[in-house]
């Protein structure tokens, strides 16, 4: 995703801590490095990896940053060293302020992580120029890497998404339990907009503030299908609230 230094993965991140916890690689926050074992596992999966490293070992440092700026400006959208790295290379700045979504009027959209990873979740908000990730979850944790509210409050904050919890807006777990068919869900979402959504006027009234100073808000949850999550009725509430302008599109 393009981070503040640019291209930048939370997930492969992870898998290193993880090859490093079997002994794959060196526990070396300077490089990637692969232990004896770690050899021998590459040996066995192919040259590929060998290939890719033999093609670009002589760049090192801003000279690697500043090539892969050249072949992938999207990914130093965000990139706070940009003009430092590549120096007077004009044509690769500017097509880096091409890479950039164009400002679009403050709106609503909701998005669920279900069945995506950080990365791809990321880049879908980025390109369609969120400004500010709500979270309406009760409890902001996931067992899914990324989607925990410290990881993806710091996913956000790099490519410069404000990120804000609203567990007031929430379902509880229990009340998810047992849910297997679409009339299931829809009975869960009849209490909910009957019991919980309308002494919500603060959270909804905040979410509006946000939209007409000019914000581009996405409301977050799990499920992937919005008529399957309580995302939509905070959607739908909205746009009873504050008018057509609020009509949320799902991403």
């Known amino acids: ?19 490093v916890e079997r002994g794959l690689l060196a526990d070396d926050e300077q490089r990637w490095k692969l232990t004896d074992d770690g050899k021998r596992v590459v040996s066995r999966a192919g040259l590929r990896l060998s290939a890719f490293a033999a093609r670009h070992r002589a760049l090192r440092g801003d000279a690697l940053v500043a090539e892969t700026y050249r072949r992938f400006p999207y990914y130093a959208i965000r990139s706070e060293i940009a003009e430092r790295v590549l120096g007077n290379d004009e044509a690769a700045l500017q097509r880096i302020v091409a890479a950039r979504p164009a400002p679009k009027k403050g709106a609503v959209s909701t998005i669920g992580y279900e069945g ?41 904050d790099g490519v410069g998404i404000r990120y804000e919890h609203l567990p ?10 047992s849910l297997e068919t679409q009339a299931d869900y829809d009975a869960l979402f009849t209490d909910y907009e009957r019991e919980c959504l309308p002494g919500q006027t603060l959270a909804l009234a905040k979410i509006g503030a946000w939209v007409a100073a000019g914000e581009r808000v996405a409301l977050t949850c799990y499920e992937r299908l919005p008529e399957q999550c309580h995302r939509h009725c905070v959607a739908e509430a909205l746009e009873r609230e504050f ?7 799902h991403l």
């Open 116 to 156: 995506r990873t950080l990365e791809n979740y990321l880049n879908g908000l980025v390109d369609s120029g969120v400004t500010v990730l709500c979270d309406v979850r009760r409890n902001a944790i996931s067992r899914k890497y990324g989607f925990s509210k410290g990881t993806l409050s710091k996913g956000c």
């Open 243 to 249: 008018g057509k302008r609020l009509a949320a599109r």
């Open 168 to 177: 007031e807006l929430g379902i509880a777990s229990e009340q998810r339990r």
């Open 1 to 19: 995703m393009p981070y503040k230094f640019g291209a930048f993965s939370f997930t492969s991140y992870a898998d290193r801590r993880k090859l």
